[in-house]
């Protein structure tokens, strides 16, 4: 579990390119600038960690592009002391991205592999949610409901309405909507069952799973 002054600076080139994409939200960045990522991957893959990409992690899954993990972030506006549930936990690194914020995080995940792996790893580095599920979610988490903000990291062929019904007033959830590229998609509740949506261009997701059992 090393973090050398060599990944820091490579952490920072890495800051300086998503802001060269556009991300300006300062709490983001800094959460960027000091999450070791190289920690979230394997080993065979430390040179490529600070890299602006997406790679393979166990699973079938991926731990999603740093630019992708700052827009998602940004656009939750996490306010220190928001609850926030996070649909897919994989690596855990927009989870500890979320804590950095100072969000309360409640994440569930839905691939067995990964779910004993992070909920070991997170605490480890002093990124423990606070609460680690293994479930569905597309039925979101209703007893801990509602949430400030809702964030889902893989591609969700529709909308799961349980998602926006566990929404705050004002709550904000970002998912990406589609198939085989997804559209990055904003709801912002604006009463009991009026919804703002905002659609922000294109991404490509693994497929959120639902529960077939």
């Not at 999603?64 to 700052?70: D, G, H, L, M, R």
């Not at 609460?131 to 979101?140: A, E, H, N, S, V």
């Not at 409901?145 to 909308?159: E, K, L, R, Y």
């Not at 004002?170 to 009463?191: A, C, E, S």
Request: glycine share 8%; with cysteine.
């Amino acid at each position: 579990m090393k973090d050398t002054f060599k990944h820091k600076g490579l952490r920072q080139k890495l800051v300086s390119t998503l802001v060269s994409k556009g991300i300006v939200n300062k709490n983001v960045l800094a959460a960027i600038g000091k999450i070791p990522r190289h920690l979230f991957m394997d080993s065979s893959f430390l040179d490529h960690a600070y890299q602006d990409k997406p790679f393979p992690i166990a699973a079938d899954q991926t731990i999603s592009q740093p630019f992708t993990v700052a827009f998602q972030s940004e656009l939750l506006e996490v306010k220190k002391g928001d609850k926030v549930l996070e649909i897919g936990t994989g690596s855990g690194y927009q989870t500890a991205v979320l804590c950095e914020l100072g969000a309360k995080v409640y994440s569930i995940e839905r691939q067995q592999e990964l779910f004993k792996k992070t909920s070991k790893f997170l605490p480890k580095l002093g990124y423990g949610p606070k609460k680690l599920i293994f479930g569905d979610g597309y039925k979101g988490l209703e007893e801990e409901a509602p949430f400030d903000s809702i964030i889902v990291t893989a591609g969700a062929p529709f909308v799961p309405k349980p998602l926006l019904a566990q929404l705050k007033i004002n709550g904000r959830l970002v998912i990406p909507v589609g198939d085989n590229v997804q559209t990055m998609t904003l709801y912002i509740r604006k009463g009991p069952k009026e919804f703002e949506k905002h659609e922000l261009g294109s991404f490509r997701f693994v497929p959120l799973l639902e529960d077939k059992n």
